[in-house]
């Protein structure tokens, strides 16, 4: 399915032709502690040959997490279920109000500005959502309007933002967020099997924002065009559900995924560059889910993509692990920093999880 914010029509490509919904800003945030990887091995003891392997050759040098605290024996033991769900609810409203902020003022904006705040997590389920809570927090003005997007996982930041940038053409002027709220640490399952080794060793703690205005053009890079993919026949191989033997929650990664978004990448970019008179080799800057060493190798192959063009999505992997939702995020923040963008220049957005699904977006800066 391809989803269209303004008709994709050569006219619709030039700039200052037709209104377009713009990216105005972006934030990010993280917990406080930062662990290597040999740390959190130390930090549960773990001394399985294989499981250490996972963990050292992840390609991640540190995360940040917020690990269960040590007893009086200095052991971490495994948190309850309800525990967990008080440590997403706190992660939650302190990550997302710092990325919130942080977002807002790199859009040169307060939150009296903000319309529509759109929170997105796959780590805890909340009732009422983050949204709700954000603005009692925050002392948002009521009247926001608000939604949140739960359980869809690491692709979900790309759905929420097709979401939110149809009410900002539907609300011209008027400013929305995108907020991404993953505490990882509150989805972690302590157990010596390999498929919670797989786990533990990839996820952190991190929030991303990014804010959208719909104007006649100029302002940030356009959004043009969304496409996805679900692979039905992959529908079980990322997947977040109940662990009788643990009682709680749990995340199941299957390890041929990688291989499996990797060869379904390739037509998803083709369809989202269709009738645009774009080629794949038009695109300048390419932001992609840090999901894992493996699925960006997989990606890189598969889209004749080069390690620079993917130098982001390394650097956050390596510095951050994957941080779900909001990780294309980060990537794109670096990219600004970077400042190497040109006015004119073509970036595509990409994530996947669960469904499987692969989501991507068009942008024009």
């Known amino acids: 399915m391809t989803t269209d914010v303004a008709p994709t029509t050569d006219r619709a490509l030039r700039p200052g032709t037709t209104p377009t919904t713009g990216i105005v800003g972006v934030g990010t945030a993280v917990t406080a502690a930062s662990y290597s990887q040999q740390e959190v091995l130390d930090a549960f003891g773990i001394t399985d040959p294989k499981v250490r392997s996972v963990f050292l050759n992840s390609a991640i040098e540190r995360r940040n997490l917020a690990l269960p605290p040590e007893d009086a024996q200095g052991v971490r033991a495994p948190e309850s279920q309800g525990d967990l769900l008080d440590k997403h609810k706190a992660l939650a409203l302190e990550m997302g109000g710092e990325a919130l902020r942080a977002c807002l003022k790199n859009a ?21 959502g983050i949204s709700a809570l954000l603005i009692r927090e925050l002392g948002i003005d009521r009247h926001c309007g608000r939604t949140d997007i739960v359980g869809m996982g690491c692709n979900a930041g790309l759905n929420a933002l097709g979401v939110v940038s149809g009410w900002s053409a539907a609300h011209p002027g008027e400013l929305a967020v995108v907020l991404c709220v993953e505490a990882c640490s509150a989805a972690y399952t302590v157990d010596s099997t390999m498929r919670t080794a797989v786990v533990n060793s990839l996820f952190g703690d991190g929030a991303a924002a990014v804010a959208v205005r719909t104007g006649p053009g100029g302002e940030g890079p356009a959004v043009l065009k969304f496409a996805s993919c679900v692979i039905p026949e992959a529908v079980d191989a990322m997947r977040y559900d109940w662990d009788r033997a643990q009682g709680r929650f749990s995340f199941f990664l299957d390890p041929q995924i990688p291989y499996v978004v990797g060869a379904h990448a390739e037509s998803v970019v083709d369809r989202l560059l269709s009738d645009t008179g774009l080629r794949r080799s038009d695109i300048r800057h390419w932001l992609v889910h840090s999901g894992g060493k493996k699925v960006i190798d997989a990606v890189v192959v598969n889209l004749g993509l080069t390690r620079h063009d993917v130098r982001h999505t390394v650097g956050v992997l ?10 294309f995020l980060f990537s794109y923040e670096r990219l600004l920093e970077e400042g190497v963008v040109r006015a004119g220049e073509y970036g595509v957005l990409m994530t996947m999880g669960p469904g499987s699904t692969i989501e991507m977006a068009l942008i024009r800066w």
């Open 108 to 128: 040169g904006a307060e939150l009296t500005d903000l319309r529509h705040l759109c929170c997105v997590t796959s780590t805890g389920l909340l009732t009422p």
């Open 318 to 327: 390596r510095d951050h692990g994957n941080v779900s939702s909001g990780s």
